[in-house]
């Protein structure tokens, strides 16, 4: 009876234990992707390095490799953390829409939010992104995801409107991908507006693109 009750209490504190190993590796975590991100606002992506990041961590360099296995996936944690902070979480929202015109003003919303929330982190990573190849292929993929995002919206439009020209939709993939990217909204935010009035601008030359206007109103900003 006393060997069984021993190995009944050994075996509940495992997942006590357990629960704290991940709740310290979550720390751990959060203290890397805090470091990684203070990195590349001050300094670049070329400070960025695993021992770089170990050890202004307080941790060790293999601590790091254990929990992101590489710099790219340091990368793309990190980025994960800036789309929830970025409310790209609303994204699933926006592709469970049945109606085209709120499907494209919500998919326009949802990036022209995130790029506003730290733009000036956002032009660093794109910055770095056209030097450095394997920051590139993180931020490249991201992008991937957007135009195929920019596809279904544009599907979604042309079944509300019968419209199956293969070149039209590629257009106007093309001019969705283009008009909701990071790039083109900073320009417009410099330009002498603000991220509100980019915004606005964004939504309009969308729906001037993209959204059938009967012939008896003139196409106007």
């Keep these: 009876m006393g060997i069984v009750a ?3 209490a050994v075996s509940c504190k495992r997942p006590y234990l357990l629960g704290k190993r991940l709740e310290l590796s979550d720390h751990k975590k959060m203290t890397i992707l805090g470091v990684a991100r203070k990195q590349l606002a001050s300094s670049g992506f070329f ?3 695993m021992d770089g990041l170990a050890g202004e961590s307080g941790v060790t360099r293999q601590t790091v490799h254990n929990l992101f296995g590489t710099k790219a996936g340091v990368l793309e944690a ?9 409310g790209m979480e609303r994204m699933r929202h926006v592709m469970q829409q049945t109606d085209g015109a709120s499907m494209l003003d919500a998919f326009v919303e949802v990036f022209t939010d995130f790029w506003a929330k730290d733009r000036l982190l956002m032009r660093r990573i794109h910055g ?5 190849p394997e920051f590139g292929a993180v931020v490249e ?3 991937r995801r957007r135009q195929m995002s920019a596809g279904r919206v544009v599907d979604r439009l042309s079944r509300e409107s019968s419209a199956h020209d293969p070149e039209d939709r590629a ?3 093309t001019t969705l991908y283009a008009l909701t990217s990071f790039e083109f909204f900073d320009v417009l935010v410099e330009s002498g507006g603000n991220e509100k009035d980019a915004a606005q601008r964004v939504l309009a030359l969308v ?6 206007i009967p012939p008896s109103f003139p196409r106007s900003i």
């Design 6 to 8: 021993k190995k009944k």
């Design 47 to 49: 400070r960025l390095t």
């Design 78 to 86: 990190l980025f994960d953390q800036l789309a929830m902070e970025g």
């Design 128 to 132: 770095i992104a056209a030097i450095d």
């Design 141 to 143: 993929a991201r992008n």
């Design 171 to 173: 257009r106007k993939i």
């Design 207 to 212: 729906r001037q693109s993209l959204m059938p």
